[in-house]
């Protein structure tokens, strides 16, 4: 999936408008209805996926995105976790296919105040070219082979396998 920026050292991008992005069929969309008042949310932003991969190795990334009232689509923060790495970079293990594994994704810290009428939404894929690199899904060494392979990707999220997202929000002064 493309990450809309500038190539750039930083690959940060910018207030960008995912819209056409979301309409792939690799894309999973999660939007909230309308919001009824103000809701500012400050702080560390985390989601957690209950996931399972075809692949031995695979990506997982999210987007924290803002819908504004005219279906604008703007990108606040993401996050991304490659499988073998889930429990840590010093600690790389191969995941075992279609096993669910839980996965926690790092969305940095924001400060925003959402507007009555504004949505939240949550863009889950398995790639943010060029921001990261692109993970060819076979479990071999990394850097050191060009076979590819198509991964399918599962996300869970029932009673047994939770799938959220963290927001700290701020509690409005009356």
């Given amino acids: 999936m493309p990450f809309i920026t500038d190539a750039s050292f930083a690959q940060i991008g910018g207030p960008d408008d ?10 999973l969309v999660y939007t909230s209805e309308p919001l009824t008042d103000d809701l500012e949310v400050c702080g560390p932003i985390r989601v957690r ?22 279906g604008y689509a703007q990108r606040l923060n993401d996050g991304m976790v490659r499988a073998r790495f889930r429990e840590g970079m010093d600690k790389p293990s191969l995941i ?3 096993r669910v594994y ?12 959402y507007r009555k ?10 790639s943010a070219f060029p921001k990261y690199d692109r993970n060819l899904n076979t479990g071999e060494a990394l850097g050191q082979t060009t076979r590819m392979q198509v991964a399918e990707q599962k996300i869970y999220h029932d009673g047994e396998h939770l799938s959220y997202v963290v927001l700290p929000i701020v509690p409005r002064k009356r």
């Avoid at 995912?18 to 894309?27: F, M």
């Avoid at 996926?49 to 005219?70: G, Q």
């Avoid at 009428?117 to 398995?126: L, N």
Wanted: glycine share 2%.
């Fill in 49 to 70: 996926l209950a996931a399972a991969s075809s692949a031995r190795d695979t990506d997982f990334m999210a987007k924290l995105i803002d819908v504004w009232p005219n």
């Fill in 18 to 27: 995912y819209r056409t992005i979301e309409e792939r069929p690799d894309v």
């Fill in 96 to 98: 075992e296919p279609v």
């Fill in 102 to 113: 839980d996965y926690d994704l790092d969305l940095w810290n924001t400060c925003q105040l």
């Fill in 117 to 126: 009428g504004h949505r939240f939404r949550i863009e889950i894929s398995s």
